[in-house]
């Protein structure tokens, strides 16, 4: 599936705005227009648009409704319904037939409705549901009592934002259309071969394509799809350094005439995992940044291009290098613009939430009951699918150096490992450019529980020594964090170490002469003594901190004001004193 472009032989029409919108309370009939809705902006999270308390918390359905216009002429060409993603699961409507369905919240999905469209107006509505089970990823315990109300235990700990997320866009192509590209390659020194694999659905009789460099100049031509071409001096994408190509395929008939035509951005190269050691382009990589969350007011886990601008800009001001999707893909535009910054993106797909008995708890040791998580809960094929649309979506930007195929899952229970197992070879088979794989590690399946580690390219740990581990004893938090990394360096020698997560719950404003938790000098404390550890750890070769802002979560005893406070900045983006600290140590780190 390509990103929608506007090209010689494509038109792109946005279908994001202003759209009804309703819960469903009782059965409605989508060849029928709605009743008795509110207005709600597309993209965006539905909840935080809302005064209505009971609309906001309401779970089960909910009905979109747009009306758009087509020209007469259009109907000649393939016409293409496409979402960028709708949260968490969804049928879509047109003219009151159903052309499409989708499991997932966090990656598109297209439909050719060709056959549905009329000249003039036409009705799409989209039946959006907010339900997740022991079969989704990601998960939640699910039940319905007696008068039909639907009650759910989320097992991840940011709020449940539903809704249609990401852009929906209509757009044509010919009959004979390009259906996807992957441009691979080899590189050797300063040559690298491309070796594209191009699909073309319909009849042609001809293909020409050609590499261009940033300054629009040709650098590589190939006669045909199955064409090798070189590019004699390839300028690398570089972290931080961004260089992108652009492959550009055109299509033609026997009177060469232009059937289709695309160009997809592509960078050049080369990672490896060795000696303890992540390499881009032969040199050791040190992972600077944050875990974050697609989150702000108003707009939930909708598309927000502006505030993903901003953020970029304050890490690079900061000296970070680098951010993990936590805990699902990030909208394209974020990816394609992580690309042209040249920030360096682990990939996480949505598996948050495989561990049955996990729950947010009060604090104490981290330790959650034993469950059955790989007898009781049967993740298995949305899991695939959710990496199979990941992957292909993603398999080009040069920004994404790796997979994460979970987030803290009961990695330390029976069959932890026959399930990975099957999981990371089918990811494996997905990628056309073979990145490393790896799994976030949650704080209980440590060095000596862990039963997954060993199929792993690199080691993720989420740990909190020091909050909900060793909770105000920074002493002891930095005796046992080192213990534990000793352990996890003989277990799997030659595996480089990265913390994607480690924070302190910080209320900004709240100060301590006595440097307690929840003071941002506590926070400021803890980092320290973490990194001191770290540092003294050749092994180590990442910190993301938890989190870049704080974010909307579930109201809780130790979620004040329904957000997560571990970010060094607040939810509007208003610096925590660490932010200082951390800006000096990056810019002045040589690693």
């Known amino acids: 599936m390509l990103y929608p472009e506007q090209t010689a032989t494509r038109t792109l029409e946005d279908l994001s705005g202003m759209w009804k919108f309703k819960a469903e309370t009782g059965k409605v009939d989508p060849e029928k227009p709605l009743t008795d809705t509110v207005w709600m902006a597309v993209p965006a999270s539905f909840n935080d648009q809302t005064m209505n308390t009971q609309l906001r918390n309401h779970l089960g359905y909910f009905w979109y409704e747009t009306i758009f216009n087509v020209p007469a002429d259009q109907l000649k060409k393939r016409n293409v319904l496409r979402f ?5 699961s969804c049928q879509v409507y047109l003219n009151g037939q159903e052309v499409a369905h989708h499991v997932g919240g966090f990656t598109p999905f297209e439909a050719d409705v060709s056959h549905h469209l009329r000249a003039g107006k036409n009705d799409l509505k989209v039946r959006v549901s ?3 089970d022991n079969d989704t990823i990601p998960t939640a315990d699910l039940k319905k009592d007696e008068q039909g109300h639907y009650h759910m235990q989320t097992r991840f700990d940011f709020y449940n934002y539903a809704g249609i997320h990401r852009r929906v866009r209509l757009y044509t192509t010919n009959r004979t259309y390009i259906d996807h590209i992957a441009v691979n390659y080899d590189v050797e020194g300063a040559k690298t071969t491309v070796r594209p694999e191009i699909n073309v659905r319909g009849n042609y009789d001809h293909a020409q394509l050609r590499i261009l460099d940033e300054e629009g100049k040709v650098v590589a031509t190939g006669d045909s799809l199955q064409a090798d071409m070189n590019i004699a001096d390839t300028h690398r994408w570089q972290p931080l350094h961004a260089y992108l190509y652009e492959l550009e395929v055109n299509v033609y008939n026997q009177e060469s005439d232009l059937l289709d035509s695309y160009t ?4 050049v190269r080369t990672i490896a995992v060795k000696n303890d050691r992540f390499l881009i382009n032969g040199k050791p990589f040190y992972f600077k940044g944050f875990g974050r969350h697609e989150d702000s007011l108003a707009h939930g886990k909708g598309e927000n291009m502006p505030l993903v601008n901003m953020d970029y800009q304050i890490m690079k001001w900061m000296g970070a290098n680098s951010f993990r999707t936590s805990h699902y893909p990030y909208c394209e535009e974020a990816m394609r613009q992580a690309d042209r910054e040249g920030l360096v993106v682990i990939d996480e797909c949505p598996a948050v939430g495989i561990f049955e008995t996990f729950n947010v708890t ?8 034993h469950g059955n ?7 298995m094929a949305n899991h695939k699918r959710a990496i199979k649309e990941m992957v292909e979506r993603d398999h080009d930007h040069p920004s994404v150096v790796m997979w994460s195929v979970a987030n803290e899952p009961a990695s330390h229970e029976n069959g932890a490992h026959e399930y ?3 999981i990371i070879d089918y990811t494996r088979q997905q990628d056309p450019q073979k990145r490393p794989i790896t799994m976030v590690n949650i704080m209980m399946a440590n060095a000596d529980k862990d039963l997954v580690g060993d199929l792993l390219d690199v080691i993720c740990l989420n740990r909190y020594y020091g909050w909900y581990v060793d909770f105000n004893n920074l002493q002891q938090a930095q005796s046992d964090l080192k213990a534990e990394l000793e352990k996890w360096h003989q277990k799997l020698p030659g595996k480089p170490i990265v913390f994607t997560e480690f924070g302190a719950d910080t209320k900004a404003g709240l100060h301590s002469i006595l440097r307690m938790p929840y003071s941002e000098e506590y926070q400021l404390d803890y980092y320290k003594a973490n990194f001191a550890v770290f540092d003294q750890c050749d092994y180590v070769q990442g910190e993301q901190l938890w989190n870049f802002a704080d974010f909307a979560t579930d109201a809780g005893m130790i979620r004040i004001g329904g957000e997560n ?3 060094v900045f607040t939810r509007d983006r208003q610096p925590k004193e660490v932010v200082e600290f951390l800006r000096h140590r990056w810019l002045k780190m040589d690693k």
Do not use: P
């Open 373 to 379: 998580t790989w007898d009781h809960l049967n993740t």
């Open 130 to 132: 907010n339900l997740l």
């Open 84 to 88: 960028g993603s709708v949260t968490q």
């Open 264 to 267: 997809q951005e592509f960078g």
């Open 420 to 422: 990975f197992k099957e």
């Open 565 to 567: 406070l571990k970010g």
């Open 362 to 369: 009060l604090g104490g040791n981290g330790d959650f009951k």
